[in-house]
């Protein structure tokens, strides 16, 4: 960064981040070989050629899906796309690298001047996204500063990457997080990376108002949550050494999350320390005008494209459809559910308890064992006031990890809503004789006695009153 870039600065903290996602191809970035083993095992050191091994005299071949996949992500981001991409050599010596140096972009990206929105509604600047091939996996036996040695499996060595580079305009872990997790949303909308067996890295680059906003980039993150604490911890650490009069300098550190802290690794580099020259084996690409035109055509619905036709189409609450839009597999089910379900009910059931039962066992929908036969089953249950709320909350508790039809396991455990109001009339007069000086408590005043009472019979019946009724009931009854 340059002192008059600096000047633009007045937040407190500044976040970039260089996000790689690999590409969800069956093939590597310029072989034939796969990206990853049909079983999901594999020995090291075994899924290579020497194009990927970058033996001399192999000449590597540009991925045609790849390309098309990172175009796709350049639209989603409303990039500029090059009417023409040529690949380069970055230069190092590093053993994850076999040939000593990476074939990736410099001169000119895929594509440029982009923007992601957060869920704040925040727009991130996007500096440019491009193709580029994926180092070796380096393993540390006895964790990174112990280890006497490092084994490297060249496996993933050519996998296809696309790299998002953002401008430093994210003020917090908060905003960085979340934007890894809305990138990752539109990857999965475009159909270009598989949660499940694609790696997704990201190196952010963190300063601080103390230090001057001088720039040390973190290596490596994984996952959303790591984002979080790899930057919030950095952030600390700066702040803490300035005040201990120690001088911040330009430098690459390693997030260990083992540890829950950042390593030294080296000084910052520049992208002139990298010597990049253009690759001779491989020619310039044309990105005609007709190669744009279809990959605008074949683009699916993003997920704020979504979230709008669903106000409009199911007149649901806009937060309720930004919220189940952001995940594909939850807006793909919600809509097979919308089809024969009220959908204003629908919305608010899926929002509140569906993404609640799933946080709770830390599951994602990608993996539910249900599908939309038995929340349709279960919200007739509910829509027709055949099963109370709770039971309804405590049966799909159940059945995302046994499925089974919830209404067969009414049926069998006799778990239908209390309909006899005399029976139910005489439950509340139980509870408020027994909790006397409670009921007195409400009759005083005090709401909060209301909701114990109304806790009390629901317990005594086991969760299957309507709990609108036995509010009325304790009202009417309570003088």
Known sequence: ???????????????????????NTNTKLFCGCATSSASG???????????????????????????????????????????????????????????????TQYEVPLGNSGKLRLSSGKEVGIERVHIEEDPAALVHPAGMQESKYVLVDYNRSG???????????????????????????????????????????????????????????????????????????????????VKEGKKIVMETVAWDSDKGMTLRLRSKETEEDYGYIIDPNLVKTEISKDMIMHAKMNMPELPQEKAKRYVAEFKIDKDDAVIISNDLNVAVLFEKVASEINPVAASKWFRKELLRVLNLNKLDATHLLIDERHIID????????????????????????????????????NLEKVQDKSQ????????????????????????????????KVMRATAGKADAKEVKYMIRKLVK
């Open 159 to 241: 996998n296809p990457l696309c790299e998002v580079v953002t401008k430093p305009e994210m003020t917090s872990a908060d905003e960085a997080r979340d934007f890894m997790k809305q990138l990752v949303t539109i990857l999965e909308y475009l159909n270009v990376f598989d949660v499940n067996k694609c790696t997704l890295r990201a190196d952010a680059n963190v300063s601080v108002k103390e230090s001057g906003y001088t720039r040390v980039e973190i290596k490596n993150i994984n996952g959303f949550k790591e984002i979080e604490k790899a930057i919030l911890y950095e952030v600390e650490r700066q702040k803490r050494d």
């Open 41 to 103: 095992k594999e020995e090291p050191n075994t899924r290579t050629c020497e194009v990927c091994l970058g033996h001399p005299g192999s000449k590597p071949v540009l991925n045609k899906r790849a390309l098309e996949f990172g175009m796709r992500l350049c639209l989603a981001l409303d990039c500029y796309i090059a009417p023409t991409i040529l690949f380069s050599r970055k230069s190092y010596f590093y053993p994850d690298m076999a040939k000593n140096y990476q074939i």
């Open 424 to 455: 139910l009339e005489k439950i509340c007069e139980d509870v408020i004789k027994t909790h006397a000086s409670v009921a007195k408590e409400f009759a005083a005043g005090k709401g909060e006695a209301l909701n114990y009472l109304i806790g």
């Open 378 to 413: 279960l919200l007739k249950l509910v829509e027709e006031g055949k099963i109370s709320d709770r039971v309804s909350q405590r049966l799909l508790e159940r059945i995302i990890l046994e499925p089974a039809m919830p209404s067969e396991i009414v049926k069998k455990e």
């Open 1 to 23: 960064m340059t002192k008059q870039v600096l000047h633009q600065f007045t937040t407190d903290i500044v976040i970039g981040l260089e996000v790689h996602a690999q590409l």
